[in-house]
């Protein structure tokens, strides 16, 4: 299970809270860590990094909270637990939708200050079609939403929870039944951050799932009425 931390415009959140909710996260979602940062031109940040320590995920901490922590700036985090896909810095998110990108050598990644969209995805999408069986279900959508008119149908599609918008041989329409359980965040310089799907809030941030708290043991026992965490 994968988790998603995303903060929009006109939010500045705290950043104990935040740090506290990633390591808890990153207990269960150690394959990968990745944000994109936007910042008030519209221009991306991206950091992208495979099999991450636990100093890497200080570290991303550190750098949303110095640089996406304003007013006027969004973010997006992810973290991964591979469930379809290979472990890579490809199949780490949020996926930078720009096909020329080979990750395919990397560890970690970083692009600065860059016009474009990235996307992050927590579920699972069956049935897709894929010349590299490494690929996870998310970097198959992200390479198919990197063809603008794609993406646009993707966006009007979901919204409307429609398959008849589609033309007919349009990729995404044999997948979109199967994604409206998904949670999508999309982070681009081109419109506000997108959440799609049901999403936590706490304290000005949006969660894909619960997986940011910490969960609570409760062991009884026979010979005592008391309850212990």
Known sequence: MCLIIAK????????????NCLLEAFKNNYDSIGYTIKNEKGKLSSFLHCK????IARN???????????????????????????ITCRNA?????DKSIDLNNFISYRKSEYIGKALAHNGTIYNYITNNSLDSDSRYLA?????NSVYKYFLQGYFLQCQNILPKGNPLKPIMSQIFSSRFAIISSFHQLILIDNWFTENGLYFSNDGYKKKEIMIYSEHDTSYYT
């Open 60 to 86: 991303v901490i550190t750098e949303v909270l110095n640089y996406g922590n304003h007013y006027n700036r969004e973010f997006v985090v992810h973290l991964r637990k591979t469930s379809v896909g290979a």
């Open 93 to 97: 998110q949020p996926i930078i939708l």
């Open 52 to 55: 991450p320590t636990e100093e």
């Open 143 to 147: 390479d198919l939403l990197s063809i």
């Open 8 to 19: 929009k415009k006109k939010k500045v959140i705290d950043g104990t809270f935040f740090e």
